[in-house]
């Protein structure tokens, strides 16, 4: 969703894996027949089966009739909603699209596809079996979506939290049977992040219900809250003392594997050793792109010493936050002017430092309302400041990659008109089904495509540090489609990834070493330039195909009313033909 971080725009704080909630019941009888009713039916089974099973989700989404349930994170609740995955998938399969409006018959593919993705994570990916973090942040994450938006009375939110609280130490239980040879950079990971996750619950959890004077209720809440974090703390021990030590799995997904995840998630079947190529020659574009504005700024200095003259102009970690909040505005007033795209009327999104237990992986991210969310429709744009604790030094460093021309970007990719847009949008998506599901390509390429796509039409007025900002930006997501495929699929190791994020994206060495890390669970992270990539050339085709008629925002406007569908499916409904993603 962001420059660096792990989550994805329909659910910003989730892990990405909706569990089998409590109370199985498998979905029953044959398709209900054809045509757009009986799709509409079907698909609000599927909806509520994936509220119902993943109660941390539907919370986010502003779904609140199971806010006081928790996952079921137990190897026979996985093996179950297999079973439920694959007998909707079949109820699916078996409407006839041509019976359907044009609306529907996308919503079916988009259907289809949220299914399969689901079932290669489950069945094919495991991080159930395989991440121990999918663990401990996922019952963060539960806490976290309870306490950060007053969309129930405070008591009443209380209760229910309690409900769950009183589930997560059996589900960190369930970890200890399921973890089987996991990859250690995955069990690295999950240690380095319960510290934080249990501070969260002791502090954080704690003190949003300071205003809570129901001396039971509050008892009631202590008992659960303080067991979740004596649970956190025998879970790290686990993890150190006996997971740790046998942990010797692979975390590479393999060529088959990844294809059909990419197929699955985002709808792309074009083959690995093609897209490597398509991947291999942006990187060299934006390199020499980069290479051609660091001149303008100084060409006596080197590039990479140009940009590391321009890094230095940062606030400190302290003023980070409200001098990121001062440029919102502006930004919001260039896409007006410019006819950039048209914006609904909205709030402001909120700047504030990223949650602990999300430190580990992100530096910036946007965490939106769901878009059933009725009462509390706050939007946070997070950023991740350094540790307090960090001497001068390391700190200095940490701080290159906030120097103010980047942190524009960053802001142009997570709120306009990047994802705090694309939420603003979401309430008036076609369907539901397009409020719940998504592709990253369409999402994370989108706000991926606004980088370029401001700079291109003006903003800062040709100011180089700006396109500088923007290609570094590139070359990151330039790097991480390299990476991803590369230790994926080629068997490039983590040392010689964190290298390449240094030499080949010009980025920070802590930046580097955090997207090695996310690229070891998150593979198929080069979705951010395929989606640019795509995004640009429909824009073209569409350019062609519209003639004298074309506007840039009628384009954008088109675009983002569709909904977060799989870019072939974007292709189809703006042009009337898929056509060529790439």
């Known amino acids: ?46 909806l509520e089966e994936t509220y119902r099973r993943g109660p941390t989700q539907a919370t986010y989404l502003g779904v609140h009739r199971y806010d006081d349930k928790l996952e079921d ?122 510290d934080g996750n249990r501070e969260f619950f002791r502090d954080a959890v704690t003190q949003a219900f300071d205003g809570v004077k129901d001396a039971a209720l509050k008892a009631e809440f202590k ?18 003392k006996d997971l740790l030590p046998r942990a010797k799995g692979d975390f590479a997904f393999g060529a088959d594997l990844y294809a059909k995840k990419l197929w699955a998630d985002e709808m792309i079947d074009t083959p690995l050793d093609e897209l490597l190529r398509i991947a291999e020659a942006n990187l060299k574009q934006n390199q020499a792109a980069f290479a051609e504005t660091a001149r303008k700024i100084d060409p006596n200095k080197s590039p990479q010493d140009v940009l590391t003259a321009i890094e230095r102009d940062h606030p400190a970690p302290d003023k980070l936050l409200a001098s990121t909040q001062a440029t919102l505005d502006s930004l919001a007033q260039f896409m007006t002017d410019h006819h950039i795209i048209t914006i609904p009327k909205s709030e402001r999104a909120r700047v ?44 200095e460093e940490y701080m290159r990659q906030w120097y103010d021309a980047l942190t524009s970007n960053v802001s142009v990719h997570e709120v306009w008109p990047g994802h705090y847009l694309q939420f603003l949008y979401a309430k008036d998506f076609p369907s539901d089904v397009r409020k719940v599901f998504g592709a990253n390509t369409n999402s994370e390429g989108w706000a991926h495509y606004c980088e370029q796509m401001v700079i291109d039409e003006g903003l800062h007025a040709d100011d180089p540090k700006y396109r500088l900002a923007q290609l570094q930006d590139a070359l ?59 995004i640009l050339k429909l824009r073209e085709d569409y350019r062609a195909k519209a003639g004298a008629a074309y506007s840039l925002q009628a384009f954008h406007d088109r675009f983002i009313q569709l909904g977060p569908l799989p870019l072939p499916l974007i292709r189809k409904a703006m042009l009337g033909d898929a056509g060529k993603l790439f």
């Open 476 to 534: 990151l997501r330039n790097t991480r489609f390299i990476v991803g495929i590369k230790m994926h699929t080629q068997g490039m190791t983590m040392k010689d990834a964190q290298e390449f994020f240094v030499k080949e994206g010009f980025q920070p060495r802590p930046v580097a070493e955090t997207e090695t890390k996310r690229g070891t669970s998150d593979a198929t992270y080069g979705y951010y330039t395929m989606g640019k990539l795509a």
């Open 1 to 46: 969703m962001s420059r660096r971080s792990v989550v994805r725009f329909c659910a910003p704080i989730l892990t990405g894996l909706a569990f089998a909630a409590c109370g199985q019941r498998q979905p029953a009888g044959p398709a209900p027949g054809s045509g757009d009713a009986a799709f509409t039916k079907l698909a609000g089974d599927v």
């Open 223 to 240: 008992k659960a809250n303080d067991a979740v974090v004596a649970a956190l703390a025998e879970y790290k021990t686990w993890l150190q």
């Open 352 to 395: 504030q430092e990223t949650p602990p237990f999300l430190r580990a992986t992100t530096s910036a991210s946007m965490d939106t309302p769901g878009p059933f969310e009725t009462v509390a429709t706050e939007a946070y744009y997070n950023m991740t400041l350094p540790d307090p604790k960090w001497p001068k030094e390391k700190t």
């Open 73 to 194: 994170y137990s190897r026979l609740g996985v093996m179950d909603q297999l079973s439920s995955l694959r007998t909707l998938q079949g109820q699916v399969q078996g409407v006839d699209p041509a019976t359907l409006s044009p609306v529907k018959h996308l919503d079916r593919e988009q259907v289809l596809h949220a299914i399969e993705s689901r079932i290669v994570t489950l069945d094919l990916v495991k991080p159930w079996a395989k991440d121990p973090d999918t663990y401990s942040s996922g019952i963060t994450n539960t806490a976290y979506i309870m306490i950060k938006r007053n969309f129930a009375p405070l008591e009443e939110r209380m209760r229910r939290l309690i409900a769950r609280e009183q589930l997560m130490p059996a589900a960190l239980a369930e970890a200890r049977k399921n973890l089987d040879n996991p990859p250690r950079i995955y069990v690295e990971i999950a240690i380095d992040q319960l």
